[in-house]
């Protein structure tokens, strides 16, 4: 059995559900048990949660304009998939009650003028729930019995709206219940990605990008032999190819490459992606639906040669680096939990940490958007070490870049290091600051901004990347 996930672009429209189809198609005739997890279609989310967040100030026309513009997508989307009048009918009767809910539902966010988690997660996992309509209709027009399922009977989390987290035992047991069944009857599912339920049955959502996280969720809780992300890149690559054109894609990566990766900017795949399916080992594959014959990436526990000592360069832009900084900081216990605990507090997530030996200062990269909420936060909860003065000063650099060199071959190996800010240095870019995991199967250092593509640059052809 394996889970196949599509993401926006790959249901984008009807041309590309066409192409959905001729894939699973393929698939089938090796296996017909085959679960397909689906996004919605590009730009979707985006369109509902911005009318939404137009409806709580008060702009009512915003919801019909969403309305009126989802729903012309839909249907000319099922009227080219499905020619049959009867069918065609009783599917737009499903899209519209899916529709008139959001339109309900955004009436009632401008009349309150206030927009709750649980109804913004509602509104924002819309999407989903049609498209997996749409595209479940379009396999039973190939002759592939297929069944729309919604998430929120199968995945179970708690009640973090925006980024729910799944309780991996209950959802096995509801997974299992439901799709087994729908399996063993021949059935192909079809099961909107990015939402869950509550265990008392309210939709949540997993977070932005988080259908490629419902299907690690699922394949896990159908122990799947493999689970496929359809994506529109070939794979892992060992940079960025805008950056670098002479980027290769990686055929195989290990789970912890792949977090690193996924953790520091490849786009391709949702870090959380790989967590329920690491303790099961099972591979995930990363393939193009543009180009279904490219080979793409197999992600799984062990991997092959490779020719270099490292595997990936990526960055993340648009980043802050906050300082807190004092020369009493020194020797005194409890600074570093206050700040971390301030920034906890503010909902801020910290990319990277990092600390002189010096003890007189203490780094953290922040998104630049997070950086004035940070540095409040991080004066509210340091008053009395200011007012003692041991901490100095907050300062806000920015727009500053991670740079993320990921590789296993670089664990236990002197010299990788020097080689990597040899080649930095030799591109003329300035370090600001340097963190290592400890797993040493990550070297990332903060550069300015304008810097970053130098450096990533500069490493990628050092460690002779690009050659095939
Ligand atoms: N549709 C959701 C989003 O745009 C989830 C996903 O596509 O993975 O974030
Ligand atoms: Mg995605």
Same mark, same amino acid.
């Given at each position: 059995m394996k889970v196949l996930k599509f993401g926006g672009t790959s249901v984008g429209d009807a041309d590309r559900i066409r192409q959905l189809v001729a894939i699973v198609q393929a698939e089938h005739v090796w296996d017909a048990r085959l679960v397909v997890v689906v996004s919605a279609m590009a730009g979707v989310t985006n369109r509902l949660l911005e009318a939404a967040a137009a409806a709580v100030r008060g702009n009512v026309a915003a919801i019909a304009d969403a309305h009126a513009e989802l729903r012309r997508r839909h249907v000319e989307a099922l009227r080219q998939l499905v020619p049959d009048d009867a069918e065609r009918r009783a599917l737009t009767v499903e899209l519209d009650a899916l529709l008139d809910r959001f339109a309900r539902i955004g009436e009632g966010i401008a009349l309150v003028g206030e927009l709750p988690p649980r109804a913004q997660d509602f509104v924002a996992g819309l999407g989903e729930r049609l498209s997996a309509r749409l595209v479940a209709a379009a396999l039973r027009q190939a002759g592939i019995g297929a069944t729309p399922f919604d998430a929120d009977r199968l995945i179970i989390t708690d009640d973090t709206f925006g980024a729910a987290v799944p309780d991996l035992a209950a959802t096995a047991l509801a997974t299992r219940a439901r799709l087994l069944p729908a399996l063993d009857a021949g059935q192909v599912p079809v099961v909107t990605g990015f939402i869950g339920a509550t265990p008392e049955g309210i939709p949540t959502t997993l977070g932005r990008g988080g259908s490629d996280y419902s299907a690690g969720i699922l394949g896990a809780a159908l122990e =799947?032999?493999?689970?496929?992300?359809? #994506?529109?890149?070939?794979?892992?690559?060992? !940079?960025? @190819?805008?950056?670098?054109?002479?980027?290769?894609?990686?055929?195989?990566?290990?789970?912890?490459?792949?977090?690193?990766?996924?953790?520091?900017? =490849?786009?391709?795949?949702?870090?959380? #992606?790989?967590?329920?399916?690491?303790?099961? !080992?099972? @591979?995930?594959?990363?393939?193009?639906?543009?180009?279904?014959?490219?080979?793409?990436?197999?992600?799984?526990?062990?991997?092959?040669?490779?020719? =270099?000592d490292i595997k990936s360069v990526t960055s993340i832009n648009r980043l802050a680096l906050i300082t807190v900084a004092g020369r009493g900081m020194l020797g005194i216990p409890g600074i570093a939990a206050k700040t971390f605990a301030a920034v906890a507090a503010a909902g801020v997530n910290v990319l990277l940490i990092s600390q002189s030996s010096s003890e007189n200062n203490l780094c953290l990269m922040v998104e630049a958007g997070d950086a004035g909420r940070t540095r409040t936060a991080l004066h509210k909860a340091l008053a009395v070490e200011f007012h003692h003065g041991c901490v100095e000063r907050v300062d806000v650099l920015q727009p500053v870049a991670i740079v993320a060199v990921v590789g296993a071959g670089m664990r236990g190996r002197p010299g990788i290091a020097a080689r990597i800010f040899s080649a930095v240095a030799a591109a003329d870019v300035n370090v600001i600051a340097i963190a290592q995991g400890s797993s040493e199967i990550n070297i990332s250092f903060v550069v300015r901004e304008d810097a970053s593509a130098h450096a990533v640059r500069a490493i990628h052809e050092q460690f002779g990347l690009g050659a095939a």
């Amino acid at each position: 059995m394996k889970v196949l996930k599509f993401g926006g672009t790959s249901v984008g429209d009807a041309d590309r559900i066409r192409q959905l189809v001729a894939i699973v198609q393929a698939e089938h005739v090796w296996d017909a048990r085959l679960v397909v997890v689906v996004s919605a279609m590009a730009g979707v989310t985006n369109r509902l949660l911005e009318a939404a967040a137009a409806a709580v100030r008060g702009n009512v026309a915003a919801i019909a304009d969403a309305h009126a513009e989802l729903r012309r997508r839909h249907v000319e989307a099922l009227r080219q998939l499905v020619p049959d009048d009867a069918e065609r009918r009783a599917l737009t009767v499903e899209l519209d009650a899916l529709l008139d809910r959001f339109a309900r539902i955004g009436e009632g966010i401008a009349l309150v003028g206030e927009l709750p988690p649980r109804a913004q997660d509602f509104v924002a996992g819309l999407g989903e729930r049609l498209s997996a309509r749409l595209v479940a209709a379009a396999l039973r027009q190939a002759g592939i019995g297929a069944t729309p399922f919604d998430a929120d009977r199968l995945i179970i989390t708690d009640d973090t709206f925006g980024a729910a987290v799944p309780d991996l035992a209950a959802t096995a047991l509801a997974t299992r219940a439901r799709l087994l069944p729908a399996l063993d009857a021949g059935q192909v599912p079809v099961v909107t990605g990015f939402i869950g339920a509550t265990p008392e049955g309210i939709p949540t959502t997993l977070g932005r990008g988080g259908s490629d996280y419902s299907a690690g969720i699922l394949g896990a809780a159908l122990e =799947a032999e493999a689970v496929v992300i359809w #994506t529109d890149a070939d794979g892992f690559m060992t !940079a960025d @190819p805008r950056l670098v054109p002479t980027a290769q894609v990686l055929a195989e990566i290990s789970y912890t490459e792949a977090g690193e990766l996924a953790y520091y900017g =490849a786009k391709v795949l949702h870090p959380k #992606t790989l967590l329920p399916l690491i303790p099961k !080992a099972i @591979p995930l594959y990363i393939k193009n639906s543009f180009r279904p014959q490219a080979p793409g990436t197999r992600v799984s526990a062990t991997t092959g040669e490779w020719r =270099a000592d490292i595997k990936s360069v990526t960055s993340i832009n648009r980043l802050a680096l906050i300082t807190v900084a004092g020369r009493g900081m020194l020797g005194i216990p409890g600074i570093a939990a206050k700040t971390f605990a301030a920034v906890a507090a503010a909902g801020v997530n910290v990319l990277l940490i990092s600390q002189s030996s010096s003890e007189n200062n203490l780094c953290l990269m922040v998104e630049a958007g997070d950086a004035g909420r940070t540095r409040t936060a991080l004066h509210k909860a340091l008053a009395v070490e200011f007012h003692h003065g041991c901490v100095e000063r907050v300062d806000v650099l920015q727009p500053v870049a991670i740079v993320a060199v990921v590789g296993a071959g670089m664990r236990g190996r002197p010299g990788i290091a020097a080689r990597i800010f040899s080649a930095v240095a030799a591109a003329d870019v300035n370090v600001i600051a340097i963190a290592q995991g400890s797993s040493e199967i990550n070297i990332s250092f903060v550069v300015r901004e304008d810097a970053s593509a130098h450096a990533v640059r500069a490493i990628h052809e050092q460690f002779g990347l690009g050659a095939a």
